[in-house]
Every structure is written in C-alpha cells, then in structure tokens.
C-alpha cells in the first residue's frame, strides 16, 4: 500500500516521533510511506530525506522559528496543497486537525466525491491530544468563541474520517461521546523503535557527556515544558532529602524560560543539567545517564487525554519512573510495575522518586520490567500490527458500503 502521514509538527518533535514510530515499520512490511512534516530551519523549497525507508517532506517555510509551529503558515499549508493535487495514495492518515494537516486532508476528501467511490484512498484520523473544550487551547485564545469553532473541527474531523485512531482511553471515550461508533476506532498507544535504544552502561554514559559520576541522577525529557514549574519543586523535595542528586533535562525550545525557573533555587550546570536540543540518536545515552526518570503532571484534561512520547522512551532506557497519579501514563507505570506512581503534587511525586532512589533493587526491578514491556507491548513493531489489521478491516467495509 501507499501511505501518507499528515504531521502539523516541526521535525524531531511531539507527535512526529508517532508519525515516524508506525511509518519505519509499515516500511519494514513492504509498504510505501510519506510523511510531510515541518522544517525547523528556512528553506524555501522544503526538504525532502528518507529515514529508515520512510520518504520525508519537510514542507517549505520562510519565517523564523516559533511563527510556523502550529500548522498555520500560508506557504506551508499551500505547498502542501498543491502536492495532494498531484500524488495519489491507498492510505492518508491525518495526524491531528492543525490546519497544515486538514487542508490537504479535506482537499484529497472532495477530490474522492469527484472523482467516485472506486480505487480512492481510506482517510484516516488520528487524536492523540484534548485540544478544546478545556484542553491545550482553552484559554490561549482571546475570543471563547475562537475556541469553540475550533472544537467543531477538532471533532467534526474526526467523525468525517473513514476511520479514527486515538492515543488513549479518555480520548476513545470523548470520540465515543461525539457519535463516533466503535468499528470505526483503534485505541493506539505510542510505541518505541527499541532498535533505537540498545543497553548502555550509565558510568559509561556519563563519561562521554561530562555528567557527575558519583552522584545520582534524575532525568525528564520535553519540549513544551508544561509541567516545569511541578519538575522543580518534585526536584526541590527531593535533594531535601537527597542533597547531592542532579537533575538533567532533555528537550529545548524554551530553555532560556527553563533556566529562569531553576536558577532561582539551583546551580544551573552543578545542580541542574540544560543540554537543550540533542540529537535523537543521543537521546538513550542521555536516558541511561539518570537513576529515575521523572513524568510531573498537573491535574488537568489536557495531561489526562495524552500518553507522552517520553514514557515509552523511559521505558526502554531500563530505568525506573516516578510520575504523577494522572491519566494514562500513570495507569501504564502502575499497570507495568515500571516505576511509582507519586499522587498528583509535587510532595508525592518526591516521595516516590526519593523511595526509588533509596532502594536500588526495587529501582533495578522496575527499570527491567520497563524495558521488558517496551520490547514486547510498547514495541513499534507489536503496535503497527494493530494498525495494519485496522486499516485492512476499514477499507474492506468502505469498499462494501
């Protein structure tokens, strides 16, 4: 089959790494896969790669960084517009309702009323984040009305598609509660490549990245950083208690907010750790560098509609997690015995990581028990299993329709 994948993010970051988790292994299964994504440099033309088979567009953009991220950008979404015109495809999954996705997403739709039922593509959407109605966007908008139109896409998108994948189970339910019946739904999960993360010895790790040796170490990984504020009072109660561990965060896009709200209590490179942007391919060294990863999650509808992608690559770091008792996440660090579950405040979580920290052979069980499920469960290559078998099953019922 011919796939295409609609991403509204930059390149290397959120939802892209969904994208290209179940794009590598469609590939590996003998199918044909491109994903459009968004450059994270200038380039007027866009760039196009391949990686691990999987043919890349990053589409063209002329602004600067952090004006082209949401998918609104009139040169992307017309460039994408233009290629939807021409290829054609068995399968377009759409990644979410950014507009840089659904423009060419409804474009290719009224294109199949044209042109008839037969040889046209199965569309496909994917919801992998509570948006509206009191998720990420509620409350950035300067209209409520804003808000509520954008709920009408985020869901009417979604009861349009062929078929709708969803990340987690409050995400099924809200698509369940908009008229979604439930033969046109896949529960999905994020995955992990494990292929990407091989074994590594922390000392070892430590060494190549100048990180302290003999001082135990937490880490978290993230580029929107809407926890940050929880990450540094959980890290605050920790060395309390624990006063020579170091925090290392993994992510960038901010990290200049990052410092201003650590440096008020800590040392940035003594007690803190700020590499920024890193290269994926050095994401596992950096993972296996720490004791306990650490997931703070505020009590809201946006943390429980999501399964963030650092979970699974905790998971297959082999080291033990302490998160906030939120949504999915935690029922899968419970339901796995990967880590503890540490309330919903940052002195709970503390709790749970310090109960970590202080009982290696309760850390080491929980860090091989996180690897074992993220080689078997959480592996790209058992999850896409379940995607190929759904997009099967749904064009054989469109075709019989």
Same mark, same amino acid.
Request: proline share 4%.
């Given at each position: 089959?011919?796939?295409?994948?609609?991403?509204?993010?930059?390149?290397?970051?959120?939802t892209?790494?969904?994208?290209l988790g179940?794009?590598?292994?469609?590939?590996?299964?003998?199918?044909?896969?491109?994903?459009?994504?968004?450059a994270s440099?200038?380039?007027?033309? !866009?760039i @196009?790669?391949?990686?691990?088979?999987v /043919? +890349?567009? *990053?589409?063209?953009?002329? %602004?600067?960084?952090?004006?082209? #991220?949401?998918?609104?950008?009139?040169?992307?979404?017309?460039?994408?517009?233009?290629?939807?015109?021409?290829?054609?495809?068995?399968?377009?999954?759409?990644?979410d309702?950014r507009?840089?996705?659904?423009f060419?997403?409804?474009?290719m739709?009224?294109?199949?009323?044209?042109?008839?039922?037969?040889?046209v593509?199965?569309?496909?959407s994917?919801?992998?984040?509570?948006?509206t109605a009191?998720?990420?966007?509620? !409350?950035? @908008?300067?209209?409520?009305?804003?808000? /509520? +139109?954008e *709920?009408?896409?985020?869901? %009417?998108?979604?009861?349009?598609? #062929?078929?709708?994948?969803?990340?987690?189970?409050?995400?099924?339910e809200r698509?369940?509660?908009?008229?979604?019946?439930?033969?046109?739904?896949?529960?999905?999960?994020?995955?992990?490549?494990?292929?990407?993360?091989?074994?590594?010895?922390?000392e070892?790790?430590?060494?190549?990245?100048?990180l302290?040796?003999d001082?135990?170490g937490?880490?978290?990984?993230?580029?929107?950083?809407?926890?940050?504020?929880?990450?540094?009072?959980?890290?605050?109660r920790?060395?309390?208690?624990?006063?020579?561990?170091?925090?290392?965060?993994?992510?960038?896009?901010?990290?200049?907010?990052a410092?201003?709200?650590?440096?008020?209590?800590?040392a940035?490179?003594?007690?803190?750790?700020?590499?920024?942007?890193?290269?994926?391919?050095?994401?596992?060294?950096?993972l296996?560098s720490?004791?306990?990863h650490l997931l703070?999650?505020?009590?809201?509808?946006?943390?429980?509609?999501?399964?963030?992608?650092?979970?699974?690559?905790y998971?297959?770091?082999?080291?033990?997690?302490?998160?906030?008792?939120?949504?999915?996440?935690a029922?899968y660090?419970?339901?796995?015995?990967?880590?503890?579950?540490?309330?919903?405040t940052a002195?709970?979580?503390?709790?749970?990581?310090?109960?970590?920290?202080?009982?290696?052979?309760?850390?080491?069980?929980?860090?091989?028990?996180?690897?074992?499920?993220?080689?078997?469960?959480?592996a790209?290559?058992?999850?896409?299993?379940?995607?190929?078998?759904?997009?099967q099953?749904?064009?054989?019922?469109e075709?019989?329709?």
């Amino acid at each position: 089959m011919r796939i295409l994948f609609l991403n509204h993010n930059l390149i290397w970051r959120g939802t892209f790494f969904r994208c290209l988790g179940f794009a590598r292994e469609l590939v590996k299964r003998g199918h044909e896969v491109d994903l459009w994504t968004t450059a994270s440099d200038r380039h007027g033309y !866009g760039i @196009r790669m391949v990686e691990d088979g999987v /043919r +890349i567009w *990053q589409t063209p953009r002329w %602004g600067r960084l952090g004006g082209h #991220d949401g998918g609104y950008a009139p040169l992307d979404n017309l460039a994408r517009l233009v290629r939807a015109s021409r290829c054609r495809w068995d399968i377009i999954h759409a990644f979410d309702h950014r507009p840089n996705v659904l423009f060419p997403w409804w474009w290719m739709r009224f294109r199949r009323r044209v042109i008839g039922r037969r040889s046209v593509p199965l569309f496909v959407s994917d919801w992998c984040d509570w948006w509206t109605a009191g998720g990420i966007t509620t !409350g950035r @908008r300067a209209w409520p009305a804003v808000d /509520r +139109i954008e *709920q009408r896409i985020e869901e %009417g998108s979604k009861r349009r598609a #062929d078929g709708v994948t969803v990340i987690s189970s409050v995400l099924y339910e809200r698509a369940r509660g908009v008229g979604i019946p439930e033969e046109r739904l896949l529960r999905l999960p994020s995955g992990v490549a494990v292929e990407k993360f091989p074994i590594l010895d922390k000392e070892e790790c430590r060494r190549r990245l100048g990180l302290p040796l003999d001082r135990s170490g937490l880490g978290f990984v993230g580029y929107s950083f809407w926890d940050l504020q929880m990450l540094a009072e959980t890290f605050q109660r920790v060395r309390r208690e624990h006063p020579g561990v170091f925090l290392l965060v993994i992510g960038g896009g901010v990290e200049e907010q990052a410092k201003d709200i650590f440096r008020k209590n800590f040392a940035i490179g003594e007690d803190v750790f700020l590499p920024g942007v890193v290269s994926f391919s050095e994401v596992p060294a950096y993972l296996a560098s720490c004791d306990v990863h650490l997931l703070p999650m505020q009590n809201n509808l946006a943390n429980r509609a999501r399964l963030p992608n650092k979970l699974c690559d905790y998971f297959a770091s082999g080291r033990p997690v302490a998160v906030s008792d939120v949504g999915e996440a935690a029922e899968y660090v419970r339901r796995y015995r990967a880590g503890l579950v540490g309330g919903e405040t940052a002195e709970p979580l503390a709790q749970a990581c310090l109960r970590l920290l202080n009982d290696p052979l309760l850390a080491e069980t929980c860090g091989r028990q996180a690897r074992c499920v993220a080689e078997t469960e959480l592996a790209y290559s058992t999850l896409t299993d379940s995607l190929l078998e759904f997009y099967q099953k749904r064009r054989m019922q469109e075709m019989n329709q």
